[in-house]
């Protein structure tokens, strides 16, 4: 039974005893209804719920998890029997990896089931900040439509979608699943990344600058490592240019932030459409007043269909592993 272990006190048994630690805890916030039925069948608890001494949370199995809250070292010194960590999610950048492997814990993600969703938002943001929609809606709303000497030639004009070029970084599941819809926008898609992805028949442009300078709109999906941490600098902005998009759905830290802000200042880069920050919830305080970006609170996957699909992988890899150790989707 979770959470339940014999205790010997100076050679006698007084237990059962309540270690008052589940087979399960949840680590960070997760999505209410998978956190219910965490509670309901293990009687998961959230870690901090747990006394924080060292080894306090023997009878941990598993911790569930999202790529926003993450398991590092320090919290698997308190969990010395952790078998697994789940993710809610596809990134696990800040969970610690190496620490886990060094003790022999697995961790799953959530492939596949979001890779629609957060493609379709890639591709809206793409939309949004090239067309200039959400800016539009700003203006109409301003009354500045309905203005006199307002009108139809009031509101700048904007930049041609369909047909444009697109380089993507970062083509796995997500950077495939954009090119496929941006394709039949009749746009010529390039890409950079780790190397030559499989099942593709796109030009892969070695430099991610080179890329760059060849693109309308700049779309990253991959995954935060130490080699994409703030690849997108100065150099890469710059390649952009006033007449260049970037779209970000990956990691906020895949962006020098302080220089996208200074290239938008600059009118050095024509606009940016950005579901993830640096340090979320904030969002530079330089960018809210700008019409010349679009910004969403990391909602790329956030569609009732697809949140319930990967709470029910988070739920299954959880079943599986404490059933035989096995999970249904694990990394690497
Ligand atoms: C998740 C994401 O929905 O999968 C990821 O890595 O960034 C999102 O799509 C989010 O992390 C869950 O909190």
New binding site residues.
């Given amino acids: 039974m979770p959470g339940r272990h014999w205790t010997m006190l100076a050679g006698a048994a007084y237990g059962p005893a309540v270690t008052h630690s589940p087979a399960v805890v949840t680590v960070g ?3 209410p209804d998978l956190v219910a039925a965490l509670e309901e069948r293990y009687a998961a608890r959230p870690l901090e719920s747990l006394d924080s001494a060292a080894g306090s949370g023997a009878g941990v199995r598993v911790a569930v998890t ?4 993450g398991v590092r070292a320090d919290t698997l010194d308190r969990l010395p029997d952790l078998g697994a960590v789940v ?6 950048d800040r969970t610690d990896l190496a620490a886990l492997a060094a003790r022999g814990v697995v961790a799953s ?2 492939p596949d089931v ?1 890779t629609d ?2 493609a379709d938002t890639a591709v809206g943001l793409v939309i949004d900040v090239m067309r200039r929609l959400s800016a539009a809606d700003r203006f109409v709303r301003r009354g500045e439509w309905a203005r006199p000497g307002g009108g139809s030639y009031a509101f700048p004009l904007a930049r041609r979608v369909s047909g444009a070029r697109v380089g993507i970084l970062g083509l796995g599941r997500i950077g495939k699943a954009v090119a496929a819809r941006l394709e039949a926008f009749g746009c010529a898609v390039s890409y950079t990344g780790s190397g030559p992805q499989d099942g593709v028949d796109l030009p892969l442009v070695a430099d991610l600058v080179e890329l760059a300078r060849e693109v309308d709109v700049l779309v990253l999906a991959c995954a935060l490592t130490d080699r994409t941490r703030g690849a997108v600098d100065t150099a890469v902005l710059d390649a952009l240019g006033p007449d260049g998009f970037l779209v970000n ?1 990956a ?1 906020g830290a895949v962006v020098d932030e302080a220089a996208m802000v200074a290239a938008l200042e600059a009118g050095r880069l024509g606009g940016a459409g950005l ?2 920050f640096a340090d979320e919830p904030h969002v530079p305080a330089a960018l809210l007043e700008r019409d010349d970006v679009v910004l969403l609170p ?5 569609t009732v269909e ?2 319930a699909a ?1 709470r029910d992988l988070v739920l299954a890899n959880v079943a599986s592993f404490l059933d035989d150790g096995r999970l249904v989707t694990p990394l690497g």
Wanted: proline share 3%; charged share 15%.
């Fill in positions: 916030p997760l999505m999202t790529g926003r809250t993710h809610f999610g596809v990134g696990h993600t959530t979001l969703c957060v759905v990691r579901d993830v990391h909602l790329a996957s956030g697809t949140r990967m």
